[in-house]
């Protein structure tokens, strides 16, 4: 396994090589027929990406990611680079799927955006893969895409650290959205009422 920090430039290459050959509809058509299935179930895919991904960490986590990639289009695609991936700080401050859910939910921590992220951190490997393609239409199409570097580094250690990358999908999710409102307050008990007396 290489070092962190050369792992975090290979997923912005990768990225990019992917999105190169993207700007090709039929690689990209069949980029997109992966749909986070198993290497072994992709032949269509290793003509174009055999050669971006042998040796490297869970070739699926790629396999995957160019399938997530080809359902962007090529005029979306970002002309700003990434920013530099050895730089620790940098880095860390790039969205990861629990920000770019929250993001997508405009600041509700009660809708279908936190229930997608509390079903993702709880799934196997092989389920994260399927539902991730479903997913990522939906953010494309609400204009929040993903990190598609940083997701693909964070599905690399899913199966050798899914509670640490859980918990920083939660936090980044949380944090990125405003605190819930306080409950209000008790409403004040009734002031009882002395009893009247009669007179005699």
């Known amino acids: 396994m290489p070092s962190r920090d050369d792992y975090r430039a290979h997923c912005d290459a990768y990225v990019a090589a992917v ?24 032949q269509r895919l290793h003509p174009f990406l055999s050669r971006l991904t042998r040796n490297q960490p869970d070739r699926r986590a790629h396999y995957t990611l160019a399938c ?29 799927l629990g920000a770019t859910l929250a993001r997508a939910a405009h600041g509700r921590t009660d809708g279908p955006h936190e229930r997608t992220l509390q079903v993702l951190i709880r799934l196997s490997e092989d389920m994260i893969h399927r539902r991730l393609p479903g997913m990522t239409r939906h953010l494309l199409g609400t204009g929040c895409p993903p990190d598609f570097a940083v997701l693909l580094s964070d599905l690399t250690y899913w199966t050798s ?7 920083r999908w939660q936090d980044d999710f949380y944090l990125s ?9 008790p409403a004040p008990a009734p002031r009882a009422t002395p009893h009247e007396t009669s007179s005699p």
């Open 177 to 185: 959205t405003p605190p819930p409102p306080p409950p209000p307050p």
């Open 161 to 167: 650290n899914r509670p640490s990358v859980a918990t």
């Open 19 to 42: 999105r190169d050959l993207c700007t090709t509809p039929q690689i990209r058509a069949a980029l997109e027929t992966g749909r986070g299935r198993p290497v072994n179930d992709c």
């Open 68 to 96: 997530l990639i080809a359902h962007e289009r090529p005029s979306r695609h970002p002309t700003t680079p990434a920013p530099d991936p050895g730089q620790p700080c940098a880095w860390h401050a790039r969205p990861t």
